[in-house]
């Protein structure tokens, strides 16, 4: 069994989801803050933030990031990685994506592969932009949907498009599956098709999602949960708050013998 320390990542908004949704859904600077103290306190060490605009809208606005984690960098401190996203959401496109992540200058970023991976943008610009985050030691977590993208990075990789630096990799479970659920049997293709030296978390939807980390958790890998992707607990219930999910994923841990990484393992990992 595995006993390296267990990264567990809170992504407690989304792009998409709103107050509707869940009165505990955090959008604003100050519930963000509230929420990641929470989730630290129930042994999440990384933070995967999305932040909205005054409609409540996704968006990649850079004062609006630098508003947001200056709110929770004074709600946790060191304590936590603080990771934004720079997905498209159906309103960004490639070269504003990397315009805000090279603007901002993050700790830790989030970028999916195939949404940068377009024609404007060509391997030329995929070289020069992740040269730049390895350059910046940004801590750059590759988002990947399915196999296909994974074999993609690994060509990028093989070829030196992508030069060498501590990537950390997220398999997606189910994205595109009907009614977005996930089964842990969606990791199986990832498992057998890496091959390289990066670590790797997942990510899964709906209640599902517990055994899914679960599952990722026992094989070495690291987990996601939160609100973005799930609502509910293990045993189908409305989760009253996105700690409930963390709680539940530290309880996994220790189930399998592996203690919690803290953003200093995350740290030292990922030589930022």
Known sequence: MPTTPLIITSAPNGAYKQLSDHPALPITPSSLALCARQCLDAGA?????????????????????????????????DQMVLQVTSEAARVYHAPAQIAMVRELRPEAVSVGLRELDQPEIGEAGLADFFGWLARERVMTQVILYDVADLQRWQSL???GVVPEAPWFLLFVLGRYTAGQTSSPLDLVPFVHAHSGPEPWAVCAFGATEHACVTAAASLGGHVRVGFENNLQLKDGSRAPHNA?????????????GRPLATARHIRERFGA
């Open 45 to 77: 060490s990384m933070l995967h933030l999305h932040i909205r605009d005054a409609a409540g809208h996704h968006s990649l606005d850079v004062q609006g990031y630098r508003d947001a984690l200056s709110a929770v960098k004074a709600a946790v401190g």
């Open 157 to 159: 990789r093989a070829r």
């Open 244 to 256: 409930a999910l963390v709680a539940q994923a530290a309880q996994a841990a220790a189930s399998l």
